[in-house]
């Protein structure tokens, strides 16, 4: 599993935590974000959206709903709100 950075001065739309890097789900996977990609914020969970490789942004409504309907992006906010003690 590869970690691929992203802007340093990029934060989540949602809490504002700086994120530096980001990491494919998949372990076999080693693929850069790309633009409309979707991931999840290791401080609050929240989801966010490439832009591009080194930027993000909050969700649509309607992208938030159906990235929320995905059963590995459920387990990964599961497993973030778990690490956090939440």
Same mark, same amino acid.
């Given at each position: 599993? @590869?970690?691929?950075?992203?802007?340093?001065?990029? &934060? #989540?739309?949602?809490?504002? /935590? &700086? +994120?530096?890097?980001?990491?494919?789900?998949?372990?076999?996977?080693?693929?850069?974000?790309?633009a409309?990609?979707?991931? =999840?914020?290791?401080? #609050?969970?929240?989801?966010?959206? /490439?832009?591009?490789?080194?930027?993000?942004?909050?969700? @649509?409504?309607?992208? !938030? &709903? !159906?990235? +929320? !309907?995905?059963?590995? =992006?459920q387990? +990964?906010?599961?497993?973030?709100? &778990? +690490?956090?003690?939440?």
């Open positions: 599993m @590869t970690a691929f950075f992203v802007d340093r001065n990029a &934060k #989540c739309p949602h809490c504002g /935590y &700086k +994120l530096d890097a980001a990491t494919a789900t998949n372990p076999n996977e080693d693929v850069a974000p790309e409309g990609d979707r991931g =999840v914020c290791i401080m #609050c969970a929240g989801i966010i959206v /490439y832009v591009d490789r080194w930027t993000m942004r909050a969700p @649509t409504p309607e992208e !938030e &709903k !159906e990235t +929320l !309907e995905n059963p590995e =992006v387990r +990964l906010r599961q497993a973030v709100r &778990k +690490l956090h003690g939440d």
